[in-house]
């Protein structure tokens, strides 16, 4: 069994920072691409950024040259860095793991719970 666990949301005013983390813990043999993906109301939910196992890194558009994303394979964790906030990048943040499993050597793909940003004054 393989377990996401997402922390770092929060309220923030527009033009803040918040840093997201997502932990991944369990049968884990090895972790490939790493994603955060954003869902509003609005909107269906969305990739906001990857990361390989090499740290090739891919942003949306949207979040360019904003948000950064980096990972610790030590830890089996993945971290969204997001600066100069604006209100409509608030939405739950979910992250999306594919990786192997140890038991069985299949690999999966795991999506945390979500965790909410809200930026707005």
């Known amino acids: 069994q393989v377990q996401l666990v997402e922390s770092g949301g929060g309220w923030v005013q527009p033009g803040g920072s918040l840093r997201l983390s997502c932990a991944a813990s369990?049968?884990?043999?090895?972790?490939?691409?790493m994603n955060w993906y954003r869902q509003s109301p609005e909107k269906q939910r969305e990739l906001v950024a990857s990361?390989?196992?090499?740290?090739?890194?891919n942003y949306a558009d949207s979040v360019k040259g904003r948000f950064t994303i980096s990972r610790d394979d030590a830890k089996n964790t993945v971290y969204l860095q997001m600066n100069s906030l604006k209100p409509e990048d608030t939405a739950v943040y979910f992250c999306?793991?594919?990786?192997?499993?140890?038991?069985?050597?299949?690999?999966?793909?795991?999506w945390g719970k979500g965790t909410l940003v809200t930026v707005s004054s």
């Open positions: 999306h793991v594919d990786l192997k499993r140890y038991s069985d050597f299949e690999v999966s793909h795991y």
């Open positions: 369990g049968d884990i043999y090895t972790v490939y691409t």
């Open positions: 990361i390989t196992s090499i740290g090739n890194t």
